[in-house]
């Protein structure tokens, strides 16, 4: 079911990758590790993990950044600068299950906008017009199901004004 909510702005640390749906699915989870250890190196402890989708290319590749929620007062006097999403309402969709089951779940929240009345914010990126924040938030570890890995996840996408 989806939602739409209000937002506080979140910190984060990500590192970027240019892929394709399949090829995201083999390096997540040593993404996610090598910002895990980043931090970790810095004292920091990780608040969750993040994909932020920042660009959708035609030929089916996405820019995407890979890591994890950070406070970002804890941050101060490193050599990492985190990024942030920013607050707002957002378009919300809750997935618990294979995270196979995502890109339906994506494309069941999009089309639901017009419904209810809703927009996504869009903003000007390397490809052209793309949504302003679209990212997934894993609400817990992985664990191993029928179909692959699961889990608790947030699909949020920021709603135009």
Not at 9 to 36: C, H, N, S, W
């Amino acid at each position: 079911m989806t939602s739409t909510e209000h937002r506080d702005a979140l910190a984060y640390v990500g590192l970027p990758l240019d892929v394709t749906m399949d090829q995201l699915t083999r390096m997540i989870g040593e993404t996610f590790d090598k910002v895990a250890g980043m931090l970790s190196a810095n004292g920091i402890a990780p608040r969750g993990a993040i994909i932020r989708y920042t660009a959708a290319r035609p030929d089916g590749t996405f820019d995407v950044e890979v890591g994890h929620l950070v406070d970002a007062a804890e941050m101060e006097g490193t050599p990492i600068e985190p990024d942030e999403l920013p607050a707002g309402a957002y378009s919300v969709v809750r997935h618990d299950g294979p995270y196979a089951e995502l890109g339906r779940v994506t494309a069941e929240l999009m089309a639901s906008w017009e419904e209810a009345g809703v927009s996504p914010a869009m903003a000007h990126t390397t490809t052209g017009d793309d949504y302003a924040c679209w990212y997934e938030h894993y609400l817990d570890m992985p664990r191993q199901g029928p179909a692959g890995p699961e889990g608790a996840v947030e699909i949020c996408v920021l709603t135009a004004p």
